[in-house]
């Protein structure tokens, strides 16, 4: 309960655990060539030209190979497995594996080669080598690696070299060497600015940052050499931000941001200046969601958002029109389990695994035509206490 003590001393900053009290749209069929959206058009050569992973020369899709979660109240990290044709976790040999103090959150690099875990009670972030075959972790030389006071949030950028850790006070980037994992600082680390939770766009050119305590929303550019990051022009941003922010998802074209704000229980939504990358509050937002939507994820083809809420145990589902807005999928809210804390789809899009806070565990769910959940037999899978986090690592076939 370490977490729980943290947040009372310093008013639930950026990821308060369990202390709170406060079918995509039918285009117009036309004769002549077909039209896809631009964002849709934007994956698929995205898709292309990076080989999902950087190492397939098949046309097969990738596969879910590995879930990790982060398991606040027991400190250490959960390993599974992945059942390709049902989605259904095993854990693995030696799993669990140690962490820090009140790990809160957890990432992986694009290639599945490394995860990095923040620990909130600690200020630190645990490194592991991922072996490909059996999903063990190893240690990382020199890990843990320090980070600001509290972190509470941790991204790896799309090209695998950078990792951003958000707390309190602004964010703690750093270099990782390729061959070992190993985290160094990046010169002018850590980078201020109000932070908290930390996403980096799939182009790798903006960082975006959501401040709980002040409800704003920050951006900033990335060197595309070192990693340093500097404030887009007007940032941070307050307009279409609702009260105290904490899920932040971009989906995978670049072009659209969403925030989950947890005390009005709604997403905001905005448009991303792909050359400024500041953020413009899409119409219609915000949408309505659950109660306290604390994580945010999509599918790798972006067509659905998915928004775990906490208080209610529940997971919001949404088809992402052309322009970015949010309709709700039919039958959402789906109640999913006690306290949701953390929601991430696997690269095949057929998968949603979501971190239950009590009484620990990893739920599993297949993804319908429509982006319907539905629990996997089996489901939930046991993990340490307090799970907080999950991420799902692929296999290129």
Aim: with cysteine; charged share 10%; glycine share 12%.
């Amino acid at each position: 309960m370490a977490l729980i003590a943290l947040i009372s001393r310093a008013r639930m900053q950026t990821h308060p655990e369990l202390n709170r009290t406060t079918v995509i749209r039918p285009e117009t069929r036309r004769e002549g060539p077909v039209r896809v959206p631009f964002h849709k058009a934007l994956w698929a050569l995205l898709l292309l030209s990076l080989g999902i992973a950087g190492c397939s020369t098949t046309n097969a899709p990738p596969t879910p190979a590995f879930v990790y979660a982060a398991n606040n109240g027991s400190n250490n990290v959960s390993a599974f497995s992945v059942t390709p044709s049902s989605g259904a976790l095993t854990p693995v040999s030696g799993s669990p594996y140690a962490a820090g103090t009140s790990p809160t959150a957890i990432a992986a690099d694009p290639k599945g080669k490394f995860l990095y875990v923040a620990n909130v009670g600690s200020n630190n972030i645990s490194a592991y080598a991922t072996d490909s075959a059996s999903g063990a972790l190893a240690t990382v030389p020199g890990s843990p690696f320090s980070t600001g006071i509290s972190p509470t949030s941790v991204t790896v950028d799309a090209s695998g070299r950078f990792v951003y850790a958000g707390f309190a006070g602004g964010i703690s980037a750093y270099t990782i060497d390729t061959s070992t994992g190993a985290l160094t600082p990046i010169a002018g680390s850590p980078f201020t600015g109000g932070a908290g939770i930390v996403i980096v766009d799939p182009s790798g050119r903006f960082l975006f940052s959501a401040d709980f305590n002040i409800n704003k929303l920050s951006a900033f550019t990335v060197n595309s050499q070192s990693g340093a990051l500097t404030a887009v022009s007007g940032s941070p941003f307050t307009a279409g931000v609702g009260k105290n922010p904490l899920g932040l998802a971009v989906d995978p074209s670049g072009h659209f941001l969403y925030l989950g704000n947890t005390t009005d229980g709604t997403i905001s939504a905005f448009a991303i200046d792909q050359v400024s990358g500041a953020p413009t509050a899409l119409p219609g937002s915000p949408f309505a969601t659950g109660s306290d939507p604390r994580s945010l994820c999509l599918d790798p083809k972006g067509s659905f958002l998915f928004a775990g809420t906490f208080l209610d145990g529940k997971v919001s589902g949404y088809t992402i029109g052309a322009s970015g807005g949010l309709i709700p999928i039919t039958g959402s809210p789906f109640t999913v389990g006690v306290g949701i804390l953390g929601v991430a789809v696997d690269a095949s899009g057929k998968f949603l695994y979501v971190a239950d806070y009590s009484p620990g565990s990893v739920r599993a769910l297949s993804l319908g035509a429509n982006g319907a959940p539905t629990a996997i037999s089996g489901s939930p899978f046991a993990a340490g206490s307090g799970t907080a986090a999950v991420v799902v690592t692929a296999k290129i076939q």
